[in-house]
């Protein structure tokens, strides 16, 4: 079986996050979730838990060769993915309704320059 730090390694980059950013989702030191990555320190199963659902993963994908990462999602579109993460279902709605207003105003803009 395929080191479970190796293997969040390998999820969080496919994912275009940092260890800062899985880090303070799972409310743990950068430092501490670097050790786990290099299979320097032995998390418990709660906090490996903590660690997958701040990931928006399960435990069981740290321990399989389950592909987790949509085909096609670029880095940048995988931090906006990110941002989504522990937001309730509310929030969600009003992040969407702001890019749909972003989206608006750079159609917008876009139109008045080819004018």
Known sequence: MENYGKRLHDIRVQMGLS???VALLADI???YYGQ???GTANPSVALLEKICSAMNITLADI???TEIILDG??????QVLFQLLGKNDKEKEIILNV????NKLILLESSENLE
């Open 19 to 21: 260890q800062e950013q």
């Open 29 to 31: 030191t950068t430092s």
């Open 36 to 38: 786990i990555e290099r």
């Open 63 to 65: 321990f399989t060769k």
């Open 73 to 78: 999602v670029d880095s940048l579109s995988r």
């Open 99 to 102: 890019i749909k207003q972003i």
